[in-house]
Nanobody
Framework: QVQLVESGGGLVQAGGSLRLSCAAS????????MVWFRQAPGKEREFVAS????????YYADSVKGRFTISRDNAKNTGYLQMNSLKPEDTAVYYC?????????WGQGTQVTVSS
């Protein structure tokens, strides 16, 4: 079983930056893809970014491309989401997930609020 804990959320002004962390425990996740999702009030959860187990492949939603950077440190069993040039529309609860072969593990989420 894998436990994921996100941290780093908070309140920031538009144009600011935040770095989210996703710490995994219970099992090493170095072979699992890690994925960030977000869910704004009244909206469905949406994909933000993903990174392969090795870190060699990354994918981004068009809405965050060029502003967000996903990364991971397998020695620390931790994934990251660096968010720059934040916009009010980035306001959401951000969730990380780890994809095993047939199971997706979820964190509890961290709130990001961007004020205009």
């Amino acid at each position: 079983q894998v436990q994921l804990v996100e941290s780093g959320g908070g309140l920031v002004q538009a144009g600011g930056s935040l770095r989210l962390s996703c710490a995994a425990s219970g099992r090493t996740v170095s072979s699992y893809a890690m994925v960030w999702f977000r869910q704004a009030p009244g909206k469905e959860r949406e994909f933000v970014a993903s990174i392969s187990g090795s870190g060699g492949s990354t994918y981004y939603a068009d809405s965050v491309k060029g502003r967000f950077t996903i990364s991971r440190d397998n020695a620390k069993n931790t994934g990251y989401l660096q968010m720059n040039s934040l916009k009010p529309e980035d306001t959401a609860v951000y969730y990380c997930a780890a994809d095993a072969s047939e199971t997706r593990y979820w964190g509890q989420g961290t709130q990001v609020t961007v004020s205009s």
